[in-house]
C-alpha cells in the first residue's frame, strides 16, 4: 500500500548530540512536510519542500535543517537538541499544483524523540 | 496570521449518537480551506472532511458534517450515528489559497473525543 513511513518511530537522544529523523513515501507526491507536536498541543509545520525547494517557516529555529536527496525521502536533522526539542516529529506529504485545490496531506506516524 | 481556536479540549459521547465539535477562525483573507483532520491513539493523522471557503453548501461525507458559517468564521463538526472507532483526537485545520499561499495546514489545539459504549 502506497504510504508515509516513518523512522525510527521512537529516537532518544542526549542533550546537544546530532540527530537525524526520517521519511520516506511511497505516493510520488511533490511536496513534503515537517510538524513539530509538542504534547496537548496542535502540530505546527516547522518547513516544507515543493519539489526541490525548500520553504522555511519564519519561526522555525535554525536547530532545525532539512534535506530532501529525491523524491521518496526527506530527512530531519536537529544539530543541538535541546531539552524543548522532545516532541513527536509528523512527516506529511500532498500532491500540488499551481492554481489547483490543495491535496489532501498524508502524515506519517510519527517519530517520538526524547532528549535527555 | 491565521489563528484556529478549538474551545473544547475534551468531550465524550455515547455510542451511536450525535456530537459536534467547535472551531472558530481568524483570517482577512478570502481564498482559503478548512479540514478536520482525526488521530486516533497511537496511529497516523488522517483526513476526516474538508470546505473550500467559496462554496456555501456545507461538505459532508458519511456520518460526518460540517456547519460552515463563513461571516462568524465557523467551521463546526458533526458525528452522526458515533462509533467506538471515532474516539480520537480532532483536529480543525485552516490552510489559506490566496497570495502568499504556502499549503501551510495552521490547526487548532484539538478536541479529544471519547465514544462510549
Sequence with gaps: DAMVIQNPRYQVTQFGKPVTLSCSQTL????????????SQAP????????????????????????????????????????????????????????????????????RLTVL | AQTVTQSQPEMSVQEAE???????????????????YKQPPSRQMI????????????????????????????????ISDSQLGDTAMYFCAFMNRGRGSNYKLTFGKGTLLTVNP
Excluded at chain 1, 510520488?28 to 504534547?39: A, D, E, F, G, I
Aim: net charge neutral; charged share 20%.
Design chain 1, 28 to 39: 510520488n507526491h511533490n511536496v513534503m512536510y515537517w510538524y513539530q507536536q509538542k504534547s
Design chain 2, 47 to 78: 483526513l476526516v472532511i474538508r470546505q473550500e471557503a467559496y462554496k456555501q453548501q456545507n461538505a459532508t461525507e458519511n456520518r460526518f458534517s460540517v456547519n460552515f458559517q463563513k461571516a462568524a468564521k465557523s467551521f463546526s463538526l458533526k
Design chain 1, 44 to 111: 505546527k509545520l516547522l518547513f516544507h519542500y515543493y519539489d526541490k525547494d525548500f520553504n522555511n517557516e519564519a519561526d522555525t529555529p535554525d536547530n532545525f535543517q532539512s534535506r530532501r536527496p529525491n523524491t521518496s525521502f526527506c530527512f530531519l536533522d536537529i544539530r543541538s537538541p535541546g531539552l524543548g526539542d522532545a516532541a513527536m516529529y509528523l512527516c506529511a506529504t500532498s500532491r500540488e499544483g499551481a492554481g489547483t485545490a490543495p491535496d489532501e496531506q498524508f502524515f506519517g506516524p510519527g517519530t
Design chain 2, 18 to 36: 450525535t456530537v459536534t465539535l467547535s472551531c472558530t477562525y481568524d483570517t482577512s483573507e478570502n481564498n482559503y480551506y478548512l479540514f478536520w
